[in-house]
């Protein structure tokens, strides 16, 4: 006999005699450096860790009503499923191919080790000898536990301390673990090709099945391409994968699986796969329309400690607050009133559930295309400083801020010069404005001299607010914008000076004494800017503007939050008086009349609208006790000679086709409007609150507010809207 035939049948003998796993070639290995003490020490932990099953995992995130959103994953694509989730044909399928002692084993098949040994010296190269437990483990440190590429190749080297070491912990795994749950862990582990892992992941991308549903056809396909999921693709090597599914019928047969009839069957039937693979859209860019509210949710899980790592590869199940009913209705809203491929101009939309416990975000949108190729965008313009500023919107900060300190209540007059010139609080503005001096003019010449408060927030003369926070202050008015919900102006280093890199914009208006800071002009976050109509409509309670509803792991165990708490950032009274100050804009004379009127919206609500010098950015803030929103339109062009969004001709721009002045109260008003109407019978009755006695401040005989009663509240009663009316 053959030197090499001799002792390979040795090798067998003692396989068979179980002398590996006694241990006399543990030492003898050892002594050959070929199993080193470390190795052999780590054993037992790697054991444990391949106990403990955990592999990466999709994660899924879902709308509020538990449609699909998005799905992400890292290197590997897999939906672990429990073993009744498995059909029993894939089982036996993989069981007669790759390990049919499988159920007679302790983990190590050492007959068919021995044969298999044999058989590949005799030049049959084609048995690996290994159990599926063996293979569980392989798989296991290679897809699991390696961390770089020297693991990775460690984990599939063909060396005796590799294999002994893996047959080591296959006898440990199969004592711990059990057949049935090992085989399930194995399925659910392997690679099946196409960037599919695990058995469910291969069923939907072959087959757009669940796991559960996989015919025998369909299974000895899947088990057949264990043994190379790389080589035998269905889709470039057809002809083979055929021959393999074929053979895993027949070795199917000898198992006594099935039967030669139902062999024979299932061979003449063709493969069967979708005419291309099925794969979801890895990140939010599979989520289309939703695409930066998901970014939006994404980067708010990396703030609550789930990072993208841990989101691709965690198997959580992201449940957000997106209703996509009012979703719909925002995206098709801000599309209608700026086509996606406007040149430089966009059209961004959100919408905040105010709450005392919860601000939800219920849509986002812009009328630009979620994606990759211009004019598409994936920045996000939802959730980012955008555009040149909000504006007049603004001055709802100042208002609260004096309204606060006792200065003025909503029927209180307001002076509305034609122009106002004051030192002391920044300079330039208006034409002709002297040296160190603050200038600013109000829009046009018709406005009247004075205005009650609430007529000044709907009419929205620039000079009454500029003055207003000479008397406020500018400190106590931006500390109004920052509590009410405008946190990113306090972001540290937003502002940064080369000797102050971690000053905010807040502080830089509060640095320069900038009245201008009533008039908007810094690039404004407008989730933030929904947010503080959500806090107002609140009675004053602020929370973050969350996306996220629940979070669960793997084991469906529901995750803590941990996101920031809500608190009462300004009096519940104050709160019910700004939004009541703010209840005429929607109404004749109001600057945002003319788009409520033109879409059909007659419920009440509170509204702010704001257009920035030359045009650049157009803003709409507007609230009712149940829902809010915000809306810009601005210049996303990006580049630093932005000509505003002045002179394009969107159809609301002035209800026609005509070229005209792009104002809050035109194209961002409407859109507002546009995409509410349908939806706001969703969220329960609207009505005004009660206005607190203390921040009326009668006006005097002769004056121009509400009239000297003091009757404190709108005078339009709580309507319940009509779901899908008005439009």
Known sequence: MHPLRSLLSLLGACLLAGVLVAGVLFPVVGGLGLLSNRASDTVDSVSAELANGTVPQTSVMLASDGSLLATFWGSQRRTVVPGDQISPAMKRAIVSIEDRRFYEHTGVDYRGTARAALNNANGDATQGGSTLTQQYVKNYLLLVVAQNDLERRQATEVTPARKLREIRIALAIDQELGKDEILTRYLNLVPFGNGAYGIEAAAQTYFGLDAKDLTLTQSAMLAGMVQSSSALNPYTNAENVLKRRNLVLTAMTETGSITAADAATAKAAPLGVL?????????????????????????????????????????????????????????????????PDQPNVANVMDVVQPGQDKHRVLAMASSRTYGLTAPATTIGETYVPVGDGAGSVFKIFTAAAAMQQGLVGINSVLDTPRRFEITGFGDGGAEGCPAKTYCVENYNNKYELKYSLTQALAKSPNTA?????????????????????????????????????????AQRMIDENSASFTLGVNPVNMVELANVGATLSSTGMWCPPSPIESVTDVNGTALALNEEPCSQVIEPGLARSVSVALSEDDQPGGTSARAASNVGWNFPMSGKTGTTNSFRSAAFLGFTNTIAASNIVFDDSLSPQRIGVNNFAPYTCALSNKTCTVTGGTTPAHTWFSALTPVVGKFGDIGLPEVDPKYVKNVSAGGNGRGDTGGGGDTRPTQTPQAGGGN
């Open 275 to 339: 005419a291309q693979v099925k794969s979801p859209a890895n990140g939010c860019l599979g989520a289309g329309d939703r695409g930066f509210f998901c970014d939006y949710a994404r980067q708010y899980l990396d703030g609550l400690g789930i990072d993208s790592d841990a989101l691709s590869s965690g198997g959580y199940v992201v449940k957000t607050t997106l209703d996509p009913v009012v979703q719909a209705s925002v995206k098709a809203a801000t599309n209608r009133d700026v086509a």
């Open 465 to 505: 607010f500029v003055k207003l926070i000479t008397e406020a202050g500018v400190k106590p008015t931006v500390d109004m914008a920052v509590k009410l919900g405008m946190r990113s102006l306090d972001a540290p280093g937003s502002a940064k000076t080369a000797d102050n890199p971690t000053r905010s914009v």
